[in-house]
């Protein structure tokens, strides 16, 4: 089958170059860009102000995506998951969320198929790595949630399945294209990384104008390590003197994401201890309740030791903030629906 040009992830320059190709002027290449990025129309068809014949000829030579929505469900609190397939018949997913503030609306998205980073609690890890997203891929993520709700995504997190910093090029591209095309500000985007020493001196070294999340879940080296494989070559101390140093270079405040798992790092010990570690460190605090689920031996830590710990690190001068649960009668975890299509 004759490969057909892909319209979103494009930007404006390309759309030009392959109208006039195909002896449509520049002007049409404009209608079809907004169309895209600001309206995320369905199909050619709805891009009711170009001219008929300008319309057969993207259906004949071009296509919106080469991904598709393969599956969605819908929690009971509105949270919206879809499953994506890609060109090669892989799956990756996202995550759509409204949180208190009506007006905003979060996209959780991936930048891998499966991840090699291996912590024992997720269950992405449990797919391994397959590969990197292309940046097209990443893009029409976002722009195919829009298409599917007719809703405006106002915040993107970089959280869904893999390590974000091991696709670092189409990242840092995906969030200009975010940022140009789709008119997301910087500031509304958030990266995770589970804590890759070299990349965060790299983005340090960038403009980086959105957060950095720093998944850390443990107090400790010993504790971090048990679960989360990737401590093991990046030690806790020289993880928080990097992000001391990237926040001192960028002026950013980092958020500390920790999931809460009971009798693995929930206790007044582990509160006090982190307290410690990061007392010097420009930061937020995420706390994250489990997720607990079936296929894992973890669980979710009680409501008394949520409150001990919030209260521990409050005390210590830190903001925290406690994620609610979200969709929690739909797939619990990342990774579980691309886990259940590979069956
Ligand atoms: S938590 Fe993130 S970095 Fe760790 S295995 Fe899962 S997707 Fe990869």
Redesign the pocket.
């Known amino acids: 089958m004759e490969n057909k040009f892909e319209i979103v992830g494009k930007n404006l320059n390309e759309l030009e170059q392959f109208m006039l190709a195909n002896d449509q002027s520049k002007f049409r290449a404009k209608q079809v860009y907004n169309w895209v990025y600001l309206k995320s129309v369905k199909a050619f068809d709805d891009m009711t102000d170009l001219p008929l014949s300008a319309r057969e000829l993207l259906k004949e030579k071009a296509q919106l995506c080469s991904v598709s929505i393969r599956d969605k469900q819908v929690s009971k609190d509105g949270t919206m998951k879809f499953l994506f397939e890609l060109k090669d018949g892989s799956f990756a997913e996202a995550v759509l969320m409204r949180f208190d503030n009506r007006a905003n609306l979060t996209a959780c998205i991936s930048t891998q198929v499966g991840?090699?980073?291996?912590?024992t609690?997720?269950?992405?890890?449990k797919l391994g790595f397959v590969r990197n997203l292309e940046i097209d891929e990443i893009i029409q993520q976002i722009f195919l949630i829009q298409a599917d709700t007719g809703l405006k995504v106002t915040n993107i997190v970089y959280?869904g399945?893999?390590?974000p910093l091991l696709n670092f090029d189409n990242l840092i591209g995906s969030i200009k294209v975010f940022r140009e095309h789709f008119q997301i500000g910087a500031r509304r985007i958030t990266v995770?990384t589970?804590g890759l020493i070299p990349q965060i001196n790299k983005l340090a070294e960038l403009d980086f104008q959105s957060t950095l999340a720093i998944?850390l879940h443990a107090p400790n080296q010993e504790k971090r390590q048990e679960i989360?494989p990737?401590a093991k070559k990046y030690k806790y101390d020289e993880l928080i003197s990097t992000l001391r140093k990237y926040t001192d270079t960028t002026g950013r405040r980092v958020t500390v994401e920790y999931v809460l798992m009971r009798d693995v790092n929930d206790s007044v010990d582990d509160a006090k201890q982190l307290a410690h570690a990061i007392a010097k460190l420009k930061s937020n605090v995420n706390l994250i309740v489990y997720n607990q689920n079936e296929k894992s031996s973890y669980k979710k830590p009680t409501k008394e030791a949520i409150q001990k710990f919030k209260y521990l690190l409050e005390a210590s001068g830190k903001k925290v903030t406690i994620r609610l649960e979200r969709g929690a009668d739909i797939d619990a975890a990342?990774?579980q629906l691309s886990a259940k299509m590979k069956k």
């Open positions: 991840c090699p980073m291996g912590c609690f997720c269950a992405t890890a959280m399945q893999g390590e995770s589970c998944s989360m990737v990342c990774g």
